[in-house]
């Protein structure tokens, strides 16, 4: 079939298989080439051109082609390499973000229940004080208040809420050793 190239694109646009086979013979080898440096992969280049006739005669009675059907082809097949390497490109920063969240939300809920569980010790420890001695280091640590602040309030003496912070500190520190160096601002002693 002698067809010349500005009546190729017609002729396929009418669903003509002959212009159609012999232009994708005729120009699928030199596209491969085309697309492998842009690409970088020969089975994806090949892929990329395949696409490209693939869509050209599944739209061929809608599409409209204003170039030569050569620069169409070339164009297409370069848009289409360029357009993977986006998507590619898009893929791996998705991918790299969503295995920082996913470290990260691993970490914060590992932290988070160790967090509470760590808060649930430190409940009972003070829990289990005296009495007196849980008011006081209550006072002290919760309401921030110093020991004169706190002999005045519970009307004792300041040497008393210092005896009662000490048994405080004492038995919490045995009670929470396990977990002493996280808790260093509960022992921090004014």
Known sequence: MQVKEPEYWQLIK????????????????PLC????PIIKDPDEAEEVVQNVFYNIWNKRETLEI????????????Q??????????????VYASDYQSMMNGAAYKGTAALEGKELQAQI???????????GIVFRMSRF????????????????KTVENHMGKALRLLRERLKDYLPLLAWLFWIN
């Not at 848009?79 to 490109?89: E, V």
């Open 33 to 36: 080439n085309y697309a492998r």
């Open 123 to 133: 409940d009972l420890a003070i829990d289990s004080l005296p009495e007196q001695c």
């Open 79 to 92: 848009n289409d390499c360029l357009n993977r390497i986006k998507h590619g490109k898009v893929r791996a």
């Open 143 to 158: 309401e921030f208040l110093k020991y004169n602040e706190i002999a005045e309030k519970l009307n004792i003496s300041v």
């Open 66 to 77: 204003s170039v030569s059907l050569k620069a169409y082809l070339y164009r297409a097949v």
């Open 14 to 29: 009418e669903g003509n298989k002959q212009t159609f086979e012999l232009v994708f013979r005729s120009y699928y080898q």
